[in-house]
């Protein structure tokens, strides 16, 4: 894929993520690891989500001292198999940071993409350490106060993983509010999913080491 393709993607899926109100005000950001370089596309600080175009990318290293991209090239460095990045004030996730901010597994497909997801993140811009803590087991979903950080192995990926982890929250906000107990996925139905998931994780880890992209996976 060429540089063009990228930015065209990356812009595609920045209005996507608008459209389905996951991109809401300047503090929100999107980022894309570049394959075969320490560095990453980014954009932030845009009002206007639903008219980002290739004008509002900027290329930042994974080192970069400023604070959100320093938070984004802290997960990539982290995570290998990282393609992309959303951190988003969705309604789900303030939904759930309300209500102590963890989402257990209580869905097929959420353990499936998701992997085990850690307590909320107090603080917005995090320590390499705890983001070490919360994305070491192939995690791709915490809070940080109450914005969503959501990985995906590619742009594409990172738009179905943000919209997955949206319906999964609001569901589980809904039937904790019920007063009913909320029953999680069995043990060892967990453990065949996320060691799927590692391995899918590790395949695309080792197509960005060779400065390619990974095979996209696109449904559920």
Known sequence: MQRSELEAQFVDGCRRLAEKGFLNDACDSVSARIPGT?????????KEWRDVGHAAIRTQSFTS????????????????????????RSGGARLLAKGGGYLPPCFDEQVRHLG??????????????????????????????????????TCERVVFNTELFEKCARAYVIASASGIRVGVIPGWVRLIAIRRLLKDERKAAASYLNGQFPESIVGY
Do not use: Q
């Not at 320490?38 to 845009?46: I, R, S």
């Open 38 to 46: 320490p560095e990453m596309m980014l954009a932030t600080g845009l």
């Open 116 to 153: 085990r997801m850690e307590a909320a993140i107090g603080e917005e811009y995090p320590s390499r350490v705890r983001i070490r803590k919360a994305f070491g087991t192939g995690a791709n979903a915490v809070l940080l106060s109450e914005r969503l950080l959501c990985i995906g192995m």
């Open 65 to 88: 001292a400023e604070s959100i991209a320093a938070l984004h090239g802290s997960i990539y460095l982290e995570r290998p198999d990282a393609g992309a990045i959303v951190i988003s």
